[in-house]
Nanobody, 127 residues
Framework: QVQLVESGGGLVQAGGSLRLSCAAS????????MGWFRQAPGKEREFVAA????????YYADSVKGRFTISRDNAKNTVYLQMNSLKPEDTAVYSC????????????????????WGQGTQVTVSS
């Protein structure tokens, strides 16, 4: 079992920044791939970013590439999502997820790949 708790969401103006954190507890954190997904009202959940267990490989959705950075600190069992140059269309509930380690670009973008999910944190970007 892996328990995930997100924090760091909030209200920010367009162009601003936020850093989300996801604290994990339970089974070995360093052996899992971690991902961030988001879901806006009336829309399907979408992939945002993922990071391999070692942190050596990262993956991003085209919509956030160059603006968001995913990182992890295995000593602290925490994964981060630094979000810069935020846009109103980034408004959503952001959830972190953990799944079996993989370096397959297709696999890590699939929500069904992940076994454990946090409760989510709201990010609202005003125009």
């Amino acid at each position: 079992q892996v328990q995930l708790v997100e924090s760091g969401g909030g209200l920010v103006q367009a162009g601003g920044s936020l850093r989300l954190s996801c604290a994990a507890s339970g089974r070995t954190f360093s052996s899992v791939v971690m991902g961030w997904f988001r879901q806006a009202p009336g829309k399907e959940r979408e992939f945002v970013a993922a990071i391999s267990w070692s942190g050596s490989t990262t993956y991003y959705a085209d919509s956030v590439k160059g603006r968001f950075t995913i990182s992890r600190d295995n000593a602290k069992n925490t994964v981060y999502l630094q979000m810069n140059s935020l846009k109103p269309e980034d408004t959503a509930v952001y959830s972190c997820a953990a799944g079996p380690n993989s370096h397959n670009d297709y696999v890590v973008r699939r929500a069904t790949r992940y076994n454990y999910w946090g409760q989510g944190t709201q990010v609202t970007v005003s125009s």
